[in-house]
């Protein structure tokens, strides 16, 4: 059985910093990718890796979040730095080539 669980989400003050770890379990596929969804907004990629380490970003987010992958501990980050309010989402983790989802973790930017 395949499982996705997120961790490392919370509240920041804008211009902080966070990490998300996305740990998988069971047999998937490397490409991995971040999406998030604000309130009354539709989901949206973040940022994409393939199985090569290849990376792609939301221009909203370009230079400013780092996605990247430690295979030895089956686990995908999110690097996020100087948060803005409008970065306040559930991000979620996914596996694109497969298409599972974790269950979100919450990102709040506020002072």
């Known amino acids: 059985q395949v499982q996705l669980v997120e961790s490392g989400g919370g509240l920041v003050q804008p211009g902080g910093s966070l990490r998300l770890s996305c740990v998988i379990s069971?047999?998937?596929?490397?490409?991995m990718a971040w999406h998030r969804q604000a309130p009354g907004k539709q989901r949206e990629l973040v940022a994409r890796?393939?199985?090569?380490?290849?990376?792609i970003y939301a221009d909203s987010v370009k230079d400013r979040f780092t996605i990247s992958k430690d295979n030895a501990k089956n686990t995908v980050y999110l690097q996020m730095n100087s948060l803005k309010p409008e970065d306040t989402a559930v991000y979620y983790c996914n596996n694109w080539g497969m298409g599972y989802w974790g269950q979100g973790t919450q990102v709040t930017v506020s002072s």
């Open positions: 069971g047999s998937i596929d490397s490409r």
């Open positions: 890796i393939t199985s090569y380490g290849t990376t």
